[in-house]
């Protein structure tokens, strides 16, 4: 039974003052004026809290960071203008020159690239490990200042034993992250296993309807309000209020979309062990890991060499190709195409997908229209 995130009580009490609006208003402002010279020193002095500057504060997104912070468990939340947003003004607020980050391998490829592209430059030593790595040897993480973490991984999907990872953190002093964008809160609450700090490309199922892009982060009161201070404001990287509400619809319908989404899903996984060409399916379902209590739609699969996969691509009909994930559209995005993504430096090229891979984003289709529409495209592509 999967009775969290309560997301009609969280949003009650957010929607307490809005005369019986069922969603909140859209505060569509960049500033917040005073009435007096007392009101406005106090808020500069720090003695008051209201809002001032929508760079740093807005009532459309503090609603939905409130709702955030509610699902994950999390004590307080913070909103940014993209997932990557999210990551890097994260990362950039805890880390230092010399400092040193354990990342695991096959972690989202842009993330990937911040870490080498930008923190490398900049003197931070950066290690990736394999999930067994981070799970077996106890000292890993041995003078690391943060574990950068995604359970399952991007592309491979591979999970990650949470409260093992949490414990040896723990053990040495080591600040955790995880990506948490593929469970959502609805299937693995990180923070209620011991992990510190939880990131959202909010743009996949959060918003869930691929019309937005946007980040969040929910942690403690303490490490968000270092967000807060630091990279928040002087990265100026921020969730806008007409996003922040797209955002707070998304999460309204976010539990039955999961739903959903893990249905297809199980009925995918099902049948496609039956499928000859199948060699690997990649979709790390409920218990795999402790804390983890459904599969949702993102999911990988091998082909065998039979297999056309342009001709497969093409005869699909429902699926679209794409990247991205996490809206009501299916889609296809194969491995190949990712491997030979223009000058990137990237974490699927570094530790090795199968060209013979592709990613399916099962969306809210009518699971057997989606079965036939792969079915149909298999057989036409076989060589
Ligand atoms: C899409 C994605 C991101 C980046 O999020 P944006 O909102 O596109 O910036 C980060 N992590 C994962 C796992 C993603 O799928």
Request: charged letters at 20%.
């Amino acid at each position: 039974m999967i009775d969290k995130p309560d997301i009609a009580t969280l949003l009650a009490s957010v929607l307490a003052d809005e005369g019986g609006a069922v969603t909140p208003p859209i505060v569509q402002t960049s500033l917040f004026s005073f009435d007096s010279y007392a009101a406005f020193e106090a808020r500069m002095a720090g003695e008051s809290d209201t809002a001032l500057y929508t760079r740093v504060q807005n009532p459309t997104v503090a609603a939905f960071e409130s709702l955030m912070a509610g699902a994950e468990e999390g004590d307080a939340a913070v909103g940014f203008a993209s997932g990557m947003a999210a990551i890097s003004s994260t990362v950039l607020a805890f880390i230092k020159p010399f400092d040193r980050i354990a990342c695991v391998e096959h972690v989202y490829p842009d993330t990937y690239r911040f870490f080498e592209q930008i923190l490398r430059p900049m003197g931070v030593e950066i290690q990736y490990h394999s999930a067994s790595a981070f799970e077996s040897d106890p000292d890993l993480l041995d003078g690391v200042a943060v574990a950068y973490l995604e359970s399952p991984s991007s592309v491979v999907f591979a999970p990650l034993n949470l409260p093992r990872v949490a414990e040896h953190a723990r053990r040495h002093g080591t600040l955790t992250m995880i990506d948490n964008s593929w469970a959502s809160p609805v299937f693995q609450r990180p923070i209620t296993l011991g992990i510190d700090i939880v990131l959202h490309s909010a743009s996949k199922y959060i918003s869930g309807h691929s019309d937005t892009v946007a980040g969040v982060v929910v942690s403690s009161r303490a490490h968000i309000a270092r967000i807060r201070d630091l990279t928040l404001p002087l990265l100026g990287a921020k969730l806008a209020p007409f996003e922040a509400f797209l955002l707070t619809r998304g999460l309204r319908t976010l539990n039955a979309r999961m739903m959903l989404h893990k249905a297809t899903a199980d009925l995918f996984v099902d049948r496609l062990g039956q499928v000859p060409q199948v060699r690997k399916v990649n979709s790390p379902g409920a218990n795999t890991v402790p804390g983890l209590s459904g599969r949702s739609g993102l999911m990988s699969i091998e082909f065998d060499d039979s297999v056309d996969i342009p001709a497969f691509s093409d005869a699909l009909r429902l699926f679209r190709l794409g990247v991205s994930w996490g809206g009501f559209e299916s889609l296809l995005l194969p491995a190949r195409v990712g491997l030979a993504q223009a000058g990137a430096h990237n974490s699927m090229q570094t530790f090795g997908v199968s060209p013979n891979l592709v990613r399916l984003n099962l969306g809210l289709e009518n699971a057997e229209d989606l079965w036939a529409d792969f079915q149909a495209a298999l057989s036409a592509s076989l060589t």
